[in-house]
């Protein structure tokens, strides 16, 4: 995770002449969650927000990530959740912190739900006007229960998107 700190600073340091193109206003992002340990998690996002300006970010979101259990049945769950992001440099390649935690509602038979928090580190790479990549790696947890047992999913993972 070190590694990727310093190539975004590397590169956010050799693209100085090129600004981010956030702008202050609403922003929304969608993106894709690959997550594991003990079960691997797939899964989509989307969030919507309001960018205070270059540097800040903060929203609202929802999204479904399916755990796939290998001894029995899949557990799913639909993520609300609060989301802030900071923007350490307003560049092309901008490295961000980001931390989302809510509420993991359950969607499977047998699950209860549980805590949602997934904060990572990344970068977003502005393509044009509004719409940009992120990349990103973090760590999720969901305690969820699973027919009554704890179902604490605690992975690295790995986030695409695409803001706009």
Known sequence: MLSI???AMFVSG??????????????????FVFAGANHWALGGRQTIGYCINPDWYVGVGAGFISNLNP???????????????????????????DMSAGYAFATSTGTGGGAYV???????????????????????????TYYGMAFNQHSPEIRIGLRY
Do not use: M
């Open 118 to 144: 997934a904060p990572l580190v990344g970068i977003n790479y502005h393509i044009k006007g509004r719409l940009s990549l992120d990349l990103g790696l973090g760590y999720l947890y969901e305690g969820c």
């Open 71 to 97: 001894s029995g049945n899949d557990v799913n769950i639909a993520p609300l959740y609060l989301n802030a992001r900071w923007y350490w440099k307003d560049r092309r390649w901008s490295p961000f912190v």
């Open 5 to 7: 700190i310093a190539l």
């Open 14 to 31: 050799v693209n100085a002449q090129t600004v981010s193109g956030r702008k202050k206003g609403i922003q929304a992002e969608s993106s």
